[in-house]
Every structure is written in C-alpha cells, then in structure tokens.
C-alpha cells in the first residue's frame, strides 16, 4: 500500500506524540483509536493507517494490555492484517490466542509459520480455528503435541491432506483418544 503525503506526514506527527506522551496517554490513544476502527467501516487504505496507528501506540504497552488489543482485534473482520500478525506471533500466548483462534485476516502463510515456530500453545489456538486449512494442519499433526493433534482432529473446520491423515494413522497407532477422534471423522 502507497504512503500518501498526508499520511506520512500524520505518521510522523503521531510519532512524535507517542514519544512525548505518558504510558497513560498513549494507552488511552490506542483505546480510543482502537475503538474507532471497531466501530465504522473503512476501505483498505483506512484500515491499513489504522494498523499503523494501533502498532505505534502499542509498541511498548504491557502484556495485559496487548491480549486486551488482541481479543478486541481477533473478530473484527477487516482487521489491520499485519498487526494482527504481529499479535499472532508475540510470544504470550495471551496476546497470540485469541486471533490465532479468531482471526479472518491470518492468512495460510502466516498460520504456517507459526504452527512451524512458535509453542504448542500457539499450536493449540490454532487447532482451535473455526476453518483449518490442509497446509496448516499438516504441520499441525506433524509438530503438535497429542493435545494439538486431537484437538485438530476434533476440529471438523480441519482439513486434512491425504499425507496428514496417514500421519496421523501412524499417532493413532499408540493413543487411543486419537484412534476415537479418528473414528469420528
């Protein structure tokens, strides 16, 4: 997305404000700003200034603070995409869990990566979607811990790639918690 003129020269007076102003100030600017882009509809340009604005208020803000931010952001429909891929990969899994769980705007890519390198925490969220793509859950049964690969298997928004079943033949084989999900597929 092209920075505008006037953009820019917002971003950098925000900026500015963000480093004069108090960690109170600044939480209060990002509930604010937060809940204005929670309440309109805007097109992609709008939403995109908006994740700029959330990511720069946000950049130092407690842990608490950023799984509130998260859970607000993770059923918005349009939601800034990649500062709801930063929140997917913090490392808490407070922040992470509720868009790993919810979020539209993840793509099968960032889902990827993250069922590749981050907790079986994350793993678990991301189990838990309301759709599963075959690519995502291919990682998910191969890297998961047996209560990720269950709750995967549980899951029926999952979808599984003929590869990812015969993995999960092969867990089965010594848990039988996992031979009943299966069953029930």
Not at 32 to 55: M, P, S
Request: net charge negative; glycine share 4%.
């Amino acid at each position: 997305i092209a920075i505008m003129p006037e953009q820019r020269s917002f971003l950098q007076e925000l900026d500015e404000t963000v480093a004069r102003g108090t960690r109170q100030s600044r939480l209060e600017a990002l509930w604010h700003v937060t809940d204005l882009l929670i309440a309109g509809r805007y097109d992609e340009q709008d939403i995109w200034l908006f994740g700029e604005i959330i990511q720069r208020l946000s950049a130092e803000i407690e842990t608490a603070a950023r799984a509130d931010l998260s859970a607000r952001l993770a059923v918005i429909e349009r939601a800034p995409s990649d500062l709801v891929k930063k929140l997917a990969f913090d490392d808490s899994i407070e922040v992470a869990g509720p868009v790993l769980r919810q979020a539209k705007s993840l793509t099968t890519e960032a889902l990827v990566q993250n069922a590749r390198t981050k907790s079986q925490q994350h793993l678990l969220a991301i189990s838990q979607r309301a759709t599963v793509p075959r690519e995502v859950t291919d990682v998910l049964v191969v890297r998961g811990n047996s209560q990720v690969v269950n709750s995967v298997t549980r899951n029926s928004g999952a979808a599984f790639s003929q590869s990812g079943f015969l993995h999960l033949l092969r867990r089965s084989e010594n848990d039988s918690i996992l031979t009943e999900s299966l069953g029930s597929r």
